[in-house]
């Protein structure tokens, strides 16, 4: 059974930081792109980092940029997001996602069951 499981949120300040992981179990990922997603609340979910499979390729969204970074770590199936100055309108709940191919592109397979970020001001 796939499993995805983040951990690493929490409740901080603004300007604070926190590195968010995910561990995969299961199956290997290590030829597929994996990123991460988050959703606020009465809002729809959005794309916050991808890396694909060599970690070789990784891109932030622009709301993110200059501030989180993402990275992975194939040997321990392993996805991480470096999160630093972090601002109120980043509070969200923060999901693990695993593409189909080895690029942050087309349909996603799988997704881990999210870590509430919470930024206060």
């Known amino acids: 059974q796939v499993q995805l499981v983040e951990s690493g949120g929490g409740l901080v300040l603004t300007g604070d930081s926190l590195s968010l992981s995910c561990a995969a179990s299961?199956?290997?990922?290590?030829?597929?792109?994996m990123g991460w997603f988050r959703q606020a609340p009465g809002r729809e979910r959005e794309f916050v980092a991808g890396?694909?499979?060599?970690?070789?390729?990784?891109n932030v969204a622009d709301s993110v940029k200059g501030r989180f970074s993402i990275s992975r770590d194939n040997a321990n199936s392993t996805v991480y997001l470096q999160m630093n100055n972090l601002k109120p309108e980043d509070t969200a709940v923060y999901y693990c996602?695993?593409?189909?191919?080895?690029?942050?592109?087309?349909?996603?397979?799988?997704w881990g069951q999210g870590t509430q970020v919470t930024v206060d001001s």
């Open positions: 890396i694909n499979w060599s970690g070789t390729d990784t």
């Open positions: 299961g199956r290997t990922f290590s030829r597929n792109a």
């Open positions: 996602a695993v593409w189909y191919s080895g690029s942050y592109t087309g349909p996603l397979d799988y």
